[in-house]
């Protein structure tokens, strides 16, 4: 006998939002509320109704559609026209039975009477006589008592028994067979192991089978949009839509009225017969809704990377809305130019540095303000697996460059000499993040390098290349590689060729230029072009230090900017010195406002000035034009002796303040300079030198002019003797500068000295 029972399933939607009522399940009539419906499919059928939503309420954000499978068993038999009775002695009772296609659930057992002892059921197999499921359903004692059957059986004809041990233990039957010992439900069998059954002994016993899961024939549409459909067969566990809100929202202002309402329709379908229950709901606009993050999900590091978020929110609810990507642990506020109930929000993030592959998280942190105050709302989280970059010495690979090792004369290669390298490195040229790696290697004429991605690889290499016998040279390259080889020829010049060049670079007003880059060319007669010799970097003295060839070579020379920019080339240059310490000089003239910046701009003022008295250089300013930008004080001495170097060198980050530097009451010449840094460029605003000596800070202008009085004076005296006239005059210089009344540079005095030598000499001859 097969009895259908009721398949029931709860449907519950949920939007939560405070102070704002349920929404309304409508029939259709519309304007009929229902808090709870049952709804009845007879099988193939479509029942829509419409989800009622407030005109007032912009978007949703939240809202989920919660199924539960089958909730009771399908299907019911029993033996001997409702129980598996025993009555009389001697008797142990089965039955055959044929399983229909169904899939036993449980067995049950009920004893009428007093009777005791344990009560056992087996089911055996007819065709092979195997036990294929057994239970002691221990003493009963009035009632129904279960046993859970873990087996499936489909289409199979087994023996049933039921069996009771009045003693409460003992052995149970041996084997079974089909024979025409099964008459009449009852088992002849070996009557030593019969068990006793007394007339209050009744017993029955149910088996309970289910129906097949209820078949995958679930949908539900939102209009003519498909939000659920269950490909699997339902069970007792929930089953869970994902957010129904986006869909929703696209039908919000977009479908017609009815008075206050959008009234959205909801399509349930069932291919088969059952039973469906939905409940009212509530609904959320409190937040936002995410719409889609897009990102790379694997990159490299040091790369620059672009993550976007696209949320939607009730901007009417919303006075300020703001977001940030909190990225491996570290948070950016993001941008957006969009306006309205829909934004995206960008961020470009620079990838760090990493040794081995790593999955580093993120999500988006949404600040939104409404009336009721301030709140941080978290998006989902997503991963992205970043690589390490890598750019060394390889022997296979993905080449990049390779560097051989020559003679700068002869061009033979060197077949022995030490190679160290520093080699910076990013994927993204505007990357303010850096990779690097350091190796010394040594004994070959050529070194070449790989990279492992088929990228662009931003590098900086510095090298010093020493060879016996010959100078040790620096090099500095600044460029691009891809997995396509670069050829690059490093020259080293023979010992008894070389000679080391101080070559300084400043600009118009004799300031030190840092960072600049200077490549030196040699001209080849054989072959009439020019080659790099030598590619190396200023340093704070605005100096490096070449090895070059004098008088009989030709070379090039060009100087670039710290922005790599080619400022200035002189072509046959020929080296020539005159003094042990070889200096060269070159003067990088500006082409632009030097300063960058007009005295009386409403958006940016400063003053700069020398005090004689404190010999304090003072730089103050108002930047109303770069709240974020830093200023620098840099004031250097400038010594006969010693050379340049660094009185002050400080730096303020405030939009408006002060910067002054002491330089001392020594005699000396001073250069300041004032810089402004803003957009990642340093401009200098301002230029002060001044000389410090006490009495004379003139420059060596006034020590100039008293030494032309004292000239004409003693040329006076000298009419009659000009030895003596000379000598005067040197006296009278000496003992001005011995007075602190006058300053004269050494150089001007010695100058002097030799031309007073010089004019007595000739005169005696």
């Given at each position: 006998m097969r009895k259908t029972r009721?398949?029931?399933?709860?449907?519950?939607?949920?939007?939560v939002i405070p102070n704002?009522?349920?929404?309304?399940?409508?029939?259709?009539?519309?304007?009929?509320?229902?808090?709870?419906?049952?709804?009845?499919?007879?099988g193939n059928q479509n029942i829509t109704r419409w989800l009622s939503v407030p005109s007032s309420v912009n978007v949703l954000t939240s809202g989920f559609l919660n199924l539960s499978g089958i909730e009771d068993l399908g299907y019911e038999q029993s033996f001997n026209g409702g129980g598996f009775f025993v009555t009389g002695t001697n008797t142990r009772v089965a039955q055959r039975l044929n399983i229909p296609n169904l899939t036993i659930d449980k067995v049950s057992f009920r004893q009428y009477g007093a009777g005791t002892g344990n009560i056992q059921y087996r089911i055996r197999n007819v065709s092979n006589d195997a036990i294929v499921e057994s239970c002691n359903a221990g003493a009963i004692s009035g009632g129904w008592v279960e046993c859970d059957f873990t087996n499936t059986l489909i289409n199979q004809e087994v023996y049933v028994t039921l069996e009771k041990d009045g003693a409460s233990t003992g052995s149970w039957g041996g084997a079974w067979s089909d024979s025409s010992d099964v008459y009449g439900g009852r088992y002849g069998y070996n009557t030593t192991d019969w068990r006793n059954f007394t007339d209050n002994d009744d017993m029955a016993i149910n088996i309970t089978f289910?129906?097949?899961?209820?078949p995958n024939d679930i949908t539900l549409n939102i209009e003519n949009t498909n939000v659920f459909s269950y490909t699997e067969r339902f069970n007792q566990t929930n089953n869970r839509t994902s957010n129904l809100a986006s869909t929703i929202n696209k039908y919000l202002n977009a479908t017609y009225l009815v008075g206050s309402n959008y009234l959205i329709p909801f399509i349930f379908h069932s291919d088969t017969a059952g039973i469906l229950q939905y409940l009212n709901m509530l609904f959320s606009n409190e937040g936002f809704l995410e719409n889609s993050q897009t990102y790379t999900s694997s990159t490299y590091d040091t790369m620059i990377e672009n993550?976007?978020?696209?949320?939607?929110?009730?901007?009417t609810r919303y006075s300020s809305v703001s977001a940030s990507i909190n990225y491996n642990g570290t948070s950016y506020l993001a941008s957006t130019s969009d306006t309205g109930d829909t934004r995206v929000y960008s961020k470009n993030l620079e990838i760090p540095v990493v040794n081995s592959p790593q999955n580093h998280s993120f999500y988006w942190i949404i600040s939104m303000t409404d009336a009721d105050g301030y709140a941080q709302i978290n998006s989902t989280f997503q991963n992205q697996t970043v690589n390490p970059s890598?750019?060394?010495?390889?022997?296979?690979?993905?080449?990049a460059v390779n560097f051989s090792i020559k003679d700068g004369k002869t061009k033979a290669l060197l077949s022995s000499n030490d190679f160290d390298i520093n080699i910076k490195w990013k994927l993204n040229d505007s990357s303010t993040v850096f990779k690097s790696n350091s190796l010394s290697l040594s004994d070959l004429s050529n070194y070449t390098f790989c990279i492992n991605t088929n990228k662009t690889f931003f590098t900086e290499l510095a090298i010093t290349l020493s060879s016996s016998g010959y100078a040790t040279r620096n090099f500095?390259?600044?460029?691009q590689y891809i997995n396509i080889t670069t050829e690059q020829t490093l020259y080293l010049?023979?010992?008894?060729?070389?000679?080391?060049i101080i070559v300084i670079v400043k600009d118009a007003g004799l300031t030190p230029l840092e960072d600049y880059r200077i490549k030196i060319y040699r001209y080849y007669e054989s072959t009439g072009v020019y080659e790099l010799v030598e590619s190396d970097k200023t340093d704070v003295f605005g100096q490096i230090v070449a090895s070059l060839e004098e008088n009989d070579v030709k070379y090039k020379f060009e100087f670039y900017d710290p922005s790599n920019t080619l400022v200035k080339t002189l072509p046959n240059v020929i080296v020539a010195c005159r003094s042990t310490i070889c200096i060269q000089q070159f003067i990088i003239e500006d082409t632009t406002n030097p300063f960058g910046y007009e005295v009386?701009?409403?958006?940016?003022?400063?003053?700069?000035?020398?005090?004689?008295?404190?010999?304090?250089?003072?730089?103050s300013w108002v930047d109303n034009k770069d709240l974020s930008s830093v200023h620098r004080l840099e004031v250097t001495r400038n010594s006969l002796l010693n050379g340049t170097t660094y009185v002050c060198n400080t730096t303020s980050t405030l939009d408006s303040g002060v910067l002054s530097c002491s330089v001392g009451s020594d005699r000396n010449s001073y250069t300041a300079s004032a810089f402004r840094t803003s957009g990642g460029t340093e401009k200098r605003v301002d230029l002060l030198r001044t000389e410090v000596g006490n009495l004379s800070a003139t420059f060596g202008l006034e020590g100039l002019f008293w030494s032309l009085i004292l000239l004409m004076v003693m040329a006076f005296v000298g009419i009659y003797y000009p030895p003596v006239g000379i000598i005067l005059y040197m006296v009278g210089i000496f003992m001005l500068g011995l007075f602190d009344l006058v300053y004269i540079p050494p150089a001007l005095i010695i100058a002097e000295i030799v031309l007073g030598v010089l004019f007595i000499l000739s005169f005696k001859t």
């Open positions: 009721l398949i029931l399933f709860a449907l519950l939607l949920l939007f704002v009522s349920a929404l309304i399940w409508s029939n259709t009539t519309f304007n009929n509320s229902l808090g709870m419906e049952i709804l009845t499919f007879t289910l129906e097949e899961p209820f993550f976007n978020l696209n949320i939607t929110f009730d901007s890598n750019f060394s010495y390889c022997t296979s690979g993905n080449p500095f390259f600044d460029t010049l023979n010992s008894s060729d070389a000679r080391d009386g701009e409403d958006e940016y003022s400063w003053t700069f000035s020398f005090d004689n008295n404190t010999n304090i250089f003072t730089f």
